[in-house]
């Protein structure tokens, strides 16, 4: 079963950092591109980042270019998302999802089930 | 930057068929694909690469891309089926993924 568990969620003040993981299983990690999508609340869904297999191919959203970095770990069947320089407008609900190609389709076959990040003072 | 737009709501009774829209330029060059989103869950694809079903989703879900507008087409509505439903593609000219704004289906 394909399962992507997400976690390092919570409340962080404007301008601070966190960094947000997702362990997935059931699947040859190492093998698939990996997207961030982010919900704002009462929102619809927005791109953060997406991420090749083999790392060749790293992007992100215009929004969050130069404050956020995609990373993975394929020893570690992980998949990482840094913020930095967080805004209020970043608080929300952050997924991870599965691409089903090696470079990146463009297309989010599996989701997690999210961690909330809130941003405020 | 690509832009995809959906109407913010459809409602439909049950048994009905259910057709939401997306548009975006040239998007008959794409492939579009489709998330339902049930009320605090994670988004489910519904359909990709424009009129493919994923395994586990019912054949009442179909969609098309003829043109603009991209449909995506729920026939014989059941009152499980009220979700919000984006579509979404890849823009290859930015290297990002778009989404559509959704769209609320309402079964009255």
């Known amino acids: 079963e394909v399962q992507l568990v997400e976690s390092g969620g919570g409340l962080v003040r404007p301008g601070g950092s966190l960094r947000l993981s997702c362990v997935v299983s059931?699947?040859?990690?190492?093998?698939?591109?990996m997207h961030w999508v982010r919900q704002a609340p009462g929102k619809g869904l927005e791109w953060v980042a997406s991420?090749?297999?083999?790392?060749?191919?790293?992007y992100h959203a215009d929004s969050v270019q130069g404050r956020f970095t995609i990373s993975r770990d394929n020893a570690e069947n992980s998949l990482y998302l840094q913020m930095n320089s967080l805004r209020a407008e970043d608080t929300g609900i952050y997924y991870c999802?599965?691409?089903?190609?090696?470079?990146?389709?463009?297309?989010?076959?599996?989701w997690g089930q999210g961690t909330l990040i809130t941003v405020s003072s | 930057s690509y832009v995809l737009t959906q109407p913010p709501s459809v409602s439909v009774a049950p048994g009905q068929t259910a057709t939401i829209t997306c548009e975006g330029n040239?998007?008959?060059?794409?492939?579009v694909h489709w998330y339902q989103q049930k009320p605090g869950q994670a988004p489910v694809l519904v359909i990709y690469?424009?009129?493919d079903r994923p395994s586990g989703i019912p054949e009442r879900f179909s969609g098309s891309n003829s043109g603009n507008p991209a449909t995506l087409t729920i026939s014989r509505v059941e009152a499980g089926d009220e979700a919000d439903y984006y579509c979404?593609?890849?823009?290859?000219?930015?290297?990002?993924?778009?989404f559509g704004g959704g769209t609320k289906l309402s079964v009255l």
């Open positions: 979404q593609v890849w823009d290859n000219s930015s290297d990002h993924v778009v």
């Open positions: 040239n998007i008959l060059s794409k492939s």
């Open positions: 690469y424009n009129n």
């Open positions: 059931g699947f040859t990690f190492n093998t698939y591109a």
């Open positions: 991420i090749s297999s083999s790392r060749n191919y790293i």
């Open positions: 999802a599965r691409d089903p190609g090696s470079d990146i389709s463009g297309w989010l076959d599996y």
